[in-house]
């Protein structure tokens, strides 16, 4: 077998085990045995094997038998005594089976066959009593429905509705059996109809027994049921109508009665008219008639009359009859009353002036009467709940809140209209130092032709105050002065308080101010108007363009200025073009005014306009001192500090001016006094600016609600009113008074707003807001200040906050609008392209071409800020916008790596192109430009024009001198750097730089 199997077994596995039993060991041997092994011999031998095992087991039988006969024997008697009884009860059981399922004879085919006819019988007897049952109810049913169908053809309908209640509660009982017959389903039916019907009947009775229209009210006592001779009275078709058709009969009526008659009496004239009448089938019936009347001669308490009256007839012809379930009808009319009195009647009626407040309040103690009366009297409402009266007790307040909010929306009317370009100019006092003017000294300059300082007038910005133009004012009773820095021509009061209130050249005094928010993104500055060019030849009042000069001793002792006291500067004489005077001077005189020639004398020589020149003057010049337009604040004297206007404050740390020999090797330096050697006096003077229309229209409607609320604050007129005491813990007038912040927080909410893309695209428009921010700031202090039992103070802590607010969003403005067109200023230089290559005449001309737009826009945005702003201001935001742009050019120059000859002289020339700008920061016309105290970088920014085309001798010679402390010694090693060829002369020069700045002599 193991040489037929498909593979061998492997040797690992194990075997299966011998079988121990002789059956399963012979088995095995024939299973083994091959073919060829098996033959007769082997068959024998496994024969004679298993012959001689039964033997052996037939043995061990047979000793295991006799072993334990007696055991044996008896197990032998259990099995065939265990036999015998299965077999008894096998025959017993088939027995028993017989006698009880035999089909004939059976038990259980008997029982089953009685209790089928006992079930049989039974559900005969229940069905017969069920139907007697059922027969029984519907016979009830059938006969309260026709007593009630009866009720309702008779007219009886008080009777039909009592009748319709045990008639349903029979329906709802039917027994289960008759619930869902068709018959009663019918009964039902029937039964729903004539309930429809019943009250059909029912609302038609009530519909004709209250008739509620928008002129009259009819009230039947009793009506005649519809198609019936049978009458039924008013409380009887209210008390049978079921509670949901009630409630909607009532809520018609309350509405009805609440649109033509309560809302109604209280608001319009009527005539009304009560008494009894018969319809025409002659049914008595009761009629209230109202009808308009004229307005012209109305008593207004006739509408609280009427109303009283309407009530009262309500009380008589319908209250009465209302059954106890409905009485809340009575009290639901409590609020539409009360709503009435005070929303169609007293709020409305609340009148705007305190003149017209005596009669109110009688008006207003018989609203509280009629309350009392009829709503807590008559219709039940909690006296705890008396509206009228608490809002009576409240009517000082109301009335105040009334006032606000009118004088809130004549405000907002005021902020949001189109400007008109109505402008008024403010006068304000400024605190200026007055210099003391010593007589010169001369030294040397190197700079470009400058104009001569000359003396003083008295006037250094109104001339002559006699020729000032002035107009009426908007009230036709105050001047306001055309010239926007009209200055007095009287000297300043030199004790005087630093700063004073600003005062409308021509009217009031100002008031409170919201909260500053930011003004937007930068924007180009307006175009000019074609009356800009009136006048070419002044934009101050005369001309800046002479390129001679000449130059007249001041005086040793000139008397006190009421202009600004503005130190003399240099002034270029170049690069102001035409244009950049052809436009209205708001601070200018009429040409009248226009100062004579200056007084005869001795010709200045012309200064060097080039370093070079410096190094070939002679011993002899050293007595004439022409001043620089570029002086470094070391080595030339720079002018004095320029006088301090609001936040404004000049450059702190300027070294004083040292003397410059001719010759340094050879010639003594000549001690040199400053041209203007300043002992401050504090002197006033004053200055003007525009604000518009709409803040002083603000500022006046503040004052307006100031002196109502002392007004109202004082009045006696609610002593007579028990009710009229003020239930606030505020006192009174404080609303009102409260209501002038309140008018600044408006102003400063919504005008931003309102006009947010001309503020954004104006900067004039945007420094007008400014300057109305701070008047505002202003006129909201000047209550304050002047606040001295007025009466002011529940609101004095908040104008000064409101004020306070203003001020520093005003500055904010101020600033933001500066900074905007700085950036704007920005952009244009970024076309320069950092002002390389310019040795290209393509690149010179796109940088000539930057440069001459910034000129231009300086120049606009001057004209803008000229037209609103007072003198101070003016410069130090021109000042800042001229500064940053200088600042921008100066890294961009001074950040050039390399710069070569001709690229110096044209990057000088650009430099130049900017001295036009000086002729902008002209204070008076017998002065020279403020422009040094004014723009901080103006002199660094002049000597990088000389510098560019300077020698290392002249650079040298300037920074021994300490002329170019203005410059960091990283700047002027980079300068000589790009300049100058790598050379000993070179290395020397950065030697001397890198070794610090002389220290002034």
Not at 574 to 591: C, E
Request: glycine share 4%.
């Amino acid at each position: 077998m193991a040489e037929d199997m498909a593979f061998p077994i492997p040797s690992h596995l194990p075997r299966k085990g011998v079988p121990q039993d002789i059956s399963s060991q012979i088995l095995s041997r024939v299973s083994s045995a091959s073919a060829k092994s098996l033959n007769a011999e082997l068959a024998s031998s496994w024969l004679g094997e298993l012959d001689e095992t039964i033997l052996q087991t037939k043995t061990r039988i047979h000793e295991r038998v006799h072993t334990d006969l007696p055991a044996f024997e008896r197990q032998l008697a259990s099995s065939k005594s265990f036999q015998e009884r299965l077999q008894t009860l096998t025959t017993n059981v088939d027995g028993l089976d017989v006698a009880v399922t035999d089909p004939e004879t059976g038990l259980i085919p008997s029982l089953l066959n009685a209790l089928t006819q006992h079930a049989a019988l039974a559900q005969q007897a229940l069905d017969a009593e069920v139907a007697a049952e059922s027969l029984e109810h519907l016979l009830r049913c059938r006969t309260a429905f026709d007593e009630l169908e009866g009720l309702v053809v008779e007219g009886r309908l008080p009777e039909a509705v009592e009748a319709c209640h045990p008639l349903e509660k029979e329906l709802c009982a039917a027994p289960t059996a008759l619930s869902k017959s068709k018959v009663l389903e019918a009964l039902k039916h029937n039964f729903r109809a004539l309930k429809d019907r019943i009250e059909e009947q029912l609302s038609n009775a009530y519909s004709r027994s209250i008739v509620v229209s928008s002129h009259e009210i009819i009230i039947r006592p009793s009506v005649q049921v519809r198609d019936s001779f049978n009458v039924v009275s008013l409380s009887d078709v209210l008390s049978s109508l079921s509670p949901a058709s009630l409630s909607n009969h009532l809520t018609a009526l309350r509405r009805d009665l609440t649109n033509h008659y309560i809302e109604h009496l209280v608001a319009q004239p009527t005539t009304l008219t009560t008494a009894p009448a018969q319809d025409p089938s002659g049914v008595p019936q009761q009629v209230l008639s109202i009808f308009p009347a004229p307005p012209e001669s109305e008593d207004r308490t006739a509408r609280l009359t009427n109303l009283a009256s309407t009530f009262d007839f309500l009380a008589e012809h319908l209250f009465p009859a209302l059954p106890p379930h409905a009485l809340h009808f009575k009290h639901s009319l409590c609020k539409p009353l009360t709503t009435a009195l005070l929303q169609h009647f007293l709020i409305p009626l609340l009148p705007s002036s305190l003149a017209d407040l005596p009669p109110f309040l009688r008006l207003a103690q018989q609203a509280v009467d009629v309350e009392e009366k009829y709503i807590v009297g008559m219709l039940g409402q909690d006296a705890r709940d008396r509206e009228v009266l608490h809002w009576v007790e409240g009517v000082a307040t109301h009335y105040e809140r009334k006032r606000r909010a009118e004088i809130l929306e004549s405000v907002r009317a005021i902020v949001v209209r189109e400007e008109e370009g109505e402008r008024i100019r403010v006068e304000v006092e400024v605190e200026a130092d007055a210099p003391k003017v010593s007589t010169p000294t001369q030294d040397v300059v190197m700079a470009e032709p400058e104009p001569a300082v000359v003396a003083e007038q008295d006037d250094s910005w109104g001339f002559d105050g006699e020729d000032e133009k002035k107009y009426e004012g908007a009230n036709g009773d105050a001047e306001v002065d055309e010239d926007g820095w009209g200055f007095d021509d009287e000297p300043a009061d030199v004790d005087a308080e630093p700063e004073s209130s600003p005062e409308i050249v021509s009217s009031q005094q100002a008031e409170p101010e919201p909260e500053p928010q930011p003004p937007q993104p930068p924007s180009q500055p307006e175009p000019e108007s074609a009356e800009d060019a009136e006048d070419p030849d002044d934009a101050w009042g005369w001309n800046d363009g002479d390129d001679e000069t000449a130059e007249t001793p001041l005086e040793d002792d000139p008397a006190p200025t009421n202009g600004t006291s503005e130190p003399p500067s240099t002034a270029s004489s170049t690069d102001v073009d035409d244009d950049s005077s052809a436009w209205d001077d708001p601070w200018a005189d009429p040409d009248t005014s226009a100062p004579s020639d200056p007084p005869a004398s001795k010709p200045a020589p012309k200064p060097a306009t080039r370093l070079e020149r410096l190094a070939q003057k002679s011993k002899g010049k050293s007595q004439h001192t022409p001043q620089s337009s570029i002086d470094s604040p070391v080595t030339v004297a720079p002018p004095p500090p320029t006088p301090i206007r609001r936040q404004h404050k000049p450059e702190p740390s300027r070294p004083q001016k040292i003397t410059v020999p001719v010759k340094p090797s050879k010639v003594t330096a000549v001690p040199v006094q400053t041209p203007l050697e300043h002992t401050k006096e504090k002197a006033r003077e004053k200055e003007t600016y525009a604000v518009s229309a709409c803040a002083k229209d603000v500022a006046d409607a503040v004052e307006a609600a100031l002196r109502e609320g002392r007004e109202f604050a004082a009045t006696s007129v609610f002593d007579a009113l028990p009710h009229a005491s003020s239930s606030s813990s505020q006192p009174r007038g404080s609303v009102l008074l409260l209501s002038a912040p309140y008018i600044f927080d408006l102003y400063r909410a919504l005008f931003p707003v309102r006009f947010r893309a001309r503020l954004e695209g104006s900067v004039e428009k945007s420094m007008l807001f400014s300057n109305d921010c701070l008047y505002l700031s202003g006129r909201a202090k000047a209550p304050v200040k002047a606040d001295a039992g007025l009466g002011l103070e529940s609101v004095r802590d908040k104008l000064s906050e409101t004020a306070d607010h203003l001020a520093v969003w005003g500055d904010s403005w101020f600033e933001d609008t500066v900074d905007r067109e700085c950036q704007a200023n920005a952009k244009i230089i970024e076309d320069a392209g950092g002002f390389e290559g310019t040795a290209d005449q393509e690149r010179f001309d796109e940088c000539e071409a930057a440069v001459m737009r910034v000129l231009g826009q300086i120049r606009a945005v001057s004209r803008q800020l000229k037209a609103v702003l007072q003198k101070g201001k003016y410069f130090i935001a021109l000042g800042q916008i001229v500064n940053a742009t200088l600042l921008q050019i100066l890294e961009e120059v001074l950040a050039l790596p390399d710069i070569t000859e001709v690229e110096s002289h044209r990057l000088s020339e650009l430099c130049r192109v900017l001295n036009a700008v000086e002729g902008l920061f002209l204070d008076d016309l017998n002065e020279p430009s403020v422009v040094v105290s004014y723009v901080p970088s103006w002199l660094k920014f002049s000597y990088l024009s000389e510098l560019l085309e300077a020698s290392l001798a002249d650079i040298s010679y300037l920074f021994d001198e300490g002329a170019l402390v203005d410059f960091e010694v990283q700047e002027l090693v980079k300068l000589v750097q790009a300049l100058f060829a790598d050379t000993h002369q070179r290395t020397n020069m950065i030697n001397k730089f890198t070794a610090g700045h002389p220290q002034p002599r």
